[in-house]
């Protein structure tokens, strides 16, 4: 195995009348993508939100790592500057802007008088986009492109900032079959350029075709973790995730109809 990237130590994470984390450690490697999985409120989000920056490091218990060194982020733009990039399930781009504003956004090349260096926005956005493979005009704006290319302009501004660790929660969500497999293939590309992912999705089947290695959680805890090499139990993993054993994906209903009302 390769040096861990990143470390969680016994991570809790408490809101009032519930513990959503119970002491959460898992790790993620140098050229890995590593998925979590697990059903609604089982912590996934909130240990993202963690690793993001959005729950500052007074918020929570236990210990994070970035290479090697412990950090506890009073922010988002903390957690980006160390190294942690978050593409969220809902596009979150400026629709009325440029391709390369959006990436840029926040982060503009300046002239040696103060002003927005313009050749360079375009030089910088065009290097990020050759890199998650999309071919379109950084001047563009990204209101007219479809969801997939929105969804790699996402990623194109995170890379722009050099992350060490990019975390996607649900990217294909707003996909189509064929804009999922671009996306995966990007994903991979990726990794093999060095960026350490976790990759957060319901949909199994995109877990197993994409991912390294699988997490399991389920109320707040860690349950399992799962190699790619040692192939995966799509029905260990989902009683891992329920908590129950798996009788039928799709138990059958008898409806008990009414009266009429209407």
């Given at each position: 195995m390769s040096q861990a990237v990143l470390k969680v130590e016994n991570v809790v994470k408490r809101f009032p009348g519930t513990v959503a984390l119970k002491g959460v450690s898992c790790e993620l490697y140098e050229k890995e993508i590593l998925a979590l999985v697990g059903e609604n409120?089982?912590?996934?989000?909130?240990?993202?939100?963690?690793?993001?920056?959005?729950?500052?490091?007074?918020?929570?218990?236990?210990?994070?790592?970035?290479?090697?060194k412990e950090c506890r982020f009073?922010?988002?733009?903390?957690?980006?500057?160390?190294?942690?990039?978050?593409?969220?399930?809902?596009?979150?781009?400026?629709?009325?802007?440029?391709?390369?504003?959006?990436?840029?956004?926040?982060?503009y090349p300046k002239t040696r008088f103060g002003g927005i260096d313009w050749k360079k926005v375009n030089e910088e956005a065009g290097k990020v986009l050759e890199q998650v493979g999309l071919q379109v005009d950084p001047n563009q704006t990204v209101r007219n492109l479809n969801p997939s290319m929105q969804q790699l302009i996402s990623i194109a501004r995170a890379l722009y900032r050099r992350p060490k660790v990019l975390i996607l929660d649900e990217p294909t969500s707003v996909l189509t079959e064929n804009e999922t497999q671009n996306l995966m293939k990007t994903i991979c590309q990726l990794?093999?350029?060095?960026?350490?992912?976790?990759?957060?999705?319901?949909?199994?089947?995109?877990?197993?075709?994409?991912?390294?290695?699988?997490?399991?959680?389920?109320?707040?805890?860690?349950?399992?973790?799962?190699?790619k090499t040692e192939g995966y139990d799509s029905g260990k993993i989902i009683e891992d995730m329920i908590g129950r054993h798996l009788v039928s994906m799709y138990p059958?209903?008898?409806?008990?109809?009414?009266?009429e009302i209407l």
């Open positions: 409120g089982a912590g996934k989000s909130t240990l993202m939100k963690i690793l993001s920056g959005i729950y500052p490091g007074s918020e929570y218990e236990g210990k994070i790592s970035l290479c090697g009073s922010g988002t733009a903390a957690a980006e500057e160390a190294g942690i990039a978050m593409i969220y399930q809902e596009i979150n781009l400026e629709l009325d802007l440029s391709v390369a504003e959006n990436i840029v956004l926040g982060n990794r093999d350029q060095g960026i350490a992912c976790i990759y957060i999705s319901h949909k199994l089947d995109e877990v197993f075709e994409l991912c390294d290695r699988i997490v399991v959680f389920r109320d707040g805890e860690k349950i399992n973790e799962y190699v059958e209903r008898v409806p008990h109809i009414g009266e």
